[in-house]
C-alpha cells in the first residue's frame, strides 16, 4: 500500500524501482491525492500506464477509510507500506522476510532500515546507535525497546512489512481506545500508532517488540518532494538518454 500526494514523477519512480527490484510482488495498491487540474492530469497518465496497480483517489473516501479498507479487504498475509520518499536501488526478496518474520516471530521488516543507517533525519539529524545482532538470511533481529528514533519504532509507513491479521488487530483494538479518525494521514497514522504501542502494549496479543531489518539497505530516502514545491518538474514527460543524463 502507497501513499502518496501531489507526487506524480516520485510515485513514477518509484513504480519503476519497485517493479525492477522487488519480488515478489502482489497486489499494488496506490492511495492518492491531487490539489489541482495539472497534478490530476499526471497521475491519469501513471494510471494509463500501470494497469496492473489498483489507484484510490482520496475524492472517494478518506485517507484512512481507504487504508482500512484496503487492510480488511485484501487476500493477502503481508502488507508493505510506503510513502513518497522512499526508492528501491537493489534487489530485496520479500518472501525472505516474511519467511523471517514465521520463525522468528517479530513484528515487521522495517525494509528502510540497516545496521549502518546512523543519522535520524526527523529528529533534525540526531546520531542514533544501530543495532548489532546475529545475522540469519541477510536479516537482523533486534529488540527495538533497546534503541532511540527510527529503530524504536513499531509502527512506519516507510518500507514496513507487516502481517496482515496483526494490522487487523491493531486497528481493531485502536478504534476501542482511540478515534480513528485522528488518523487520516500518513503523518499523523504513523504518530499517533507509535503512541498507541507505548500506551496500550498490554492489550496487543502479538509481539510487538523484536523487529527485522536487513544487513544491507535495499533502498534509500530523501525528500524528493522539498524540490518539487520550488518549481515544477520540468523532466516529468521527457524522455532521457543515458548519454543525456551524463
Known sequence: IFCYKDRPFQLKEYLRSLKRCVKPIGKITVIYKTTSPEFATRYE????????VEWLDETSD????????????TEYPYVMFNVDDVYWMRPYDAQIGTVLMEETGALCVHVRLH??????????????SAPACGVV??????????????FNYPFDLTGSIYRTS?????????TQH???????????LEGHMDAFFRKHSSVLT????????PTVAPM??????????VSANPTFDCVISKPEMC
Open 45 to 52: 497518465k501513471l494510471v494509463a500506464k500501470h494497469s496492473d
Open 62 to 73: 478518506s485517507y484512512i477509510g481507504l487504508m482500512l479498507r484496503t487492510i480488511f479487504n
Open 115 to 128: 545496521p549502518h543507517l546512523n543519522i535520524c533525519q526527523s529528529a533534525g539529524g540526531m546520531f542514533m
Open 137 to 150: 538470511s541477510e536479516h537482523m533481529l533486534y529488540d527495538r525497546s533497546a534503541f532511540k528514533y527510527d
Open 166 to 174: 496483526d494490522l487487523r488487530t491493531l486497528f481493531n483494538v485502536f
Open 178 to 188: 482511540g478515534d480513528v479518525n485522528s488518523l487520516n494521514h500518513p503523518n499523523l
Open 206 to 213: 502479538f509481539d510487538h517488540v523484536n523487529v527485522l531489518m
Open 220 to 229: 534509500v530516502s530523501f525528500a524528493v518532494n522539498r524540490v518539487q514545491e
